[in-house]
């Protein structure tokens, strides 16, 4: 901090900033379908409004973000958070229907995700699996899992405390958003302000030169899955709570690819190294916003997919390298020819003369 | 291995002739556990088997078409004398129902049917989803007697059979009656979660106190907007009057609680008919229609929930 020569504030800032745009527009077609879209009002004792649903609904994608922007860094990718958040759902719930309280089944569904990120961790460093093969074996069996919890149904509680943490609020805000918003912050904080953060983007970009660095990359790529499994934990228990019951079958189904794409958006490579959570983050609440775009549009439900597919591809393009390459360009180009639009319009001045 | 089988085969044919009466073997070849629906149709078919005193053969199919023709063909090799099926997908199953159709052992179909030659089974046991959706309309149309009433409707999974019969039956339970429009329709996907964000949003488009009646494809959904509503300020059951379609235990609960007006029954139990149908004709050789349509029963207020709910809980739903 005492050094203002590596202040990072400016640099955050125009890392983020294509997102920022991103969101803006997708928020602004929020608007276009439905120009209430900003009104929040206070109602029954909880804040009420689009936006609200907005940052409350993409808390379980941001949550897996935040691990998935991780996992990614390191060159990995982690496709069993979707069924990591059923089984840590299912464990919250079948704690609570036993009589324990809220807080033991919190600690139970973290411990169970803890337990599912170690293990896709011991595959990726200690076995060397590729992360993709390594994380599909849960990803497929995952859900089997939550299914023997839950006993094949839906597991239904009335536990105050735990249906708080999913539909409850915390002066006036939804407990979800503070929750994303918290980790988000914490994780953050935890990679940047250390040099955690360096260190797993050195394994992303050599693993090899890392560990001849000096670099104890198989403890980080196991803690880096261990993060990712207790991220998708507490987004489970969040899904669970919001509706009072463990839906094993539906829980997190295909999140781990929005969480994926999240990341992308986010403008992170799939390849690793250098990331951002913050703007994996804003990947998050662009997915949400786009989801939002669709529901308030009133068309018919056949458009969904479409309309989401249509706006995705636009944003990627956008972002392509290609694309970037030519923003790059032209605004390399801008302050140097400034005399260029006197010189052209001259000759066509002359010409129309 | 071929020889054996034409000789269960053969003692089979023979097999319904000695013995159709007290001691019937039928083979019952499930699904899978793909639903709560599908359990509770499990647990049912065996209380209706034990209740008549047949032997019950069971294979979970584990929602793959092959493990379905072994279990048939594995059936067939024992020499049961019916057997029923779930039939997990449409096509493909002439090849297998032509042996049993050899080994003169009836076939009946439960909840699905399927594209084949309907010589090639007895008869086909399911409900009429475009009647269920029906149903639900007309009794909304009585419920709001001529009043002026906004609907939005939660459908199920875009573009299956579930969803699209609902909303069409639906919209004939409504048509004509001009004081009834549905102003947003959108899908829920058939989930509690899904329900409850959709409703969510259509409370934020529409406003709450403009809409009047929900109509969800499934009670799943309408538990997830009911949480909703309730979220929103409002009364579910009052001021937004709900009906939804299942019939699944947690649906009598709400109702029983007021939070909820009115669900139509997708009944569990369609071995009843099947296996009444199944016992006639191998009794007398009666044959039952091609069809046979399960009775969607409509569940209100006036019907005592509390002890629905406590009878349907434990049939695994």
Request: proline share 4%; charged share 15%; with cysteine.
């Amino acid at each position: 901090m005492t050094q203002p020569t590596v202040g990072p504030r400016p640099s955050v800032f125009k890392r983020i900033m294509p997102q920022l745009v991103i969101l803006a527009v997708a928020l602004a077609l929020n608007v276009a379908v439905f120009p209430e879209f900003f009104h929040i009002d206070f109602r029954n004792g909880r804040l009420f409004g689009n936006l609200i649903d907005v940052l409350n609904r993409g808390a379980p994608v941001a949550l897996l973000c935040i691990g998935m922007t991780l996992v990614i860094a390191t060159k990995g990718i982690d496709l069993s958070v979707g069924a990591v958040m059923a089984i840590a759902g299912a464990v919250a719930a079948a704690t609570v229907v036993d009589g324990h309280s809220w807080g033991t089944a919190l600690l139970a569904a973290l411990l169970a995700g803890g337990l599912c990120g170690l293990w896709n961790g011991f595959l990726v460093a200690v076995l060397r699996i590729q992360p993709i093969v390594a994380t599909l074996v849960l990803m497929v069996a995952g859900r089997g899992i939550a299914q023997l919890v839950t006993e094949g149904k839906i597991l239904t509680f009335d536990n105050a405390g735990l249906i708080n943490l999913g539909a409850g609020t915390i002066a006036g805000a939804p407990t979800p958003i503070l929750i994303w918003l918290a980790l988000g912050a914490l994780v953050t904080f935890g990679v940047r302000r250390t040099a955690l953060g360096m260190l797993i983007e050195a394994i992303g970009i050599n693993e090899r030169s890392s560990r001849l660095a000096g670099i104890n990359s198989r403890v980080l790529l196991v803690c880096v899955y261990l993060v990712s499994g207790l991220c998708a934990a507490l987004a489970g228990v969040i899904v669970a709570a919001d509706i009072k019951g463990a839906d094993a079958n539906n829980a997190g189904l295909w999140l781990e690819l929005d969480a994926i794409l999240a990341v992308v958006i986010g403008g992170n490579s799939l390849l690793g190294g250098r990331f951002s959570i913050v703007a994996s983050l804003l990947g998050a609440l662009i997915i949400q916003s786009i989801n939002s775009v669709i529901l308030l549009s009133g068309l018919p439900p056949e458009f969904n997919l479409v309309i989401k597919a249509l706006l995705i591809l636009g944003i990627l393009v956008i972002q392509s390298p290609r694309i970037g390459n030519y923003i790059y360009m032209l605004r390399a180009s801008g302050p140097q020819p400034q005399p260029d639009p006197l010189v052209r319009q001259r000759p066509e001045k002359e010409a129309a003369q | 291995m071929t020889f054996k089988t034409t000789l269960l085969a053969s003692a089979i044919a023979i097999a319904p002739v000695a013995a159709f009466a007290a001691d019937m073997t039928i083979g019952f070849s499930q699904i899978g556990s793909e639903s709560g629906w599908r359990a509770a149709e499990t647990t049912v078919t065996k209380q209706e088997a034990e209740k008549r005193g047949i032997d019950l053969k069971f294979a979970d199919a584990q929602q793959k078409q092959e493990n379905q023709i072994k279990a048939i063909r594995s059936f067939i090799a024992q020499g049961v004398d019916g057997i029923l099926v779930a039939p997990v997908v449409a096509t493909g199953w002439d090849e297998v129902l032509e042996e049993a159709a050899d080994a003169e052992i009836p076939v009946v179909l439960l909840d699905r049917t399927i594209d084949a030659d309907e010589s090639l089974y007895l008869t086909a046991v399911t409900s009429d989803l475009v009647h269920e959706g029906r149903v639900a309309g007309e009794w909304l149309v009585n419920e709001m007697n001529g009043a002026d009433c906004r609907i939005v409707e939660l459908q199920g999974t875009t573009g299956s059979s579930p969803a699209i019969d609902r909303k069409n039956g639906f919209e004939q339970g409504i048509a004509g009656h001009g004081n009834l429009e549905i102003v947003r329709s959108q899908t829920g996907d058939f989930t509690r979660a899904q329900g409850k964000v959709v409703m969510e949003s259509f409370l934020k488009a529409e406003g709450g106190e403009n809409i009047c009646a929900l109509y969800a494809h499934n009670d799943d959904m309408a538990v997830g907007a009911i949480q909703a509503i309730k979220e929103a300020g409002l009364k579910p059951g009052e001021d937004i009057k709900i009906v939804a379609i299942d019939a699944v235990p947690d649906a009598h609960k709400a109702i029983a609680a007021g939070e909820m007006n009115a669900t139509i029954e997708l009944t569990p139990n369609m071995a009843g008919p099947a296996l009444d149908a199944l016992e006639a004709y191998l009794a007398s050789g009666a044959m039952p229609a091609k069809w046979i349509q399960t009775e969607s029963k409509l569940f209100t207020s006036a019907d005592d929930n509390e002890a629905i709910f406590n009878m349907k809980k434990d049939l695994g739903y």
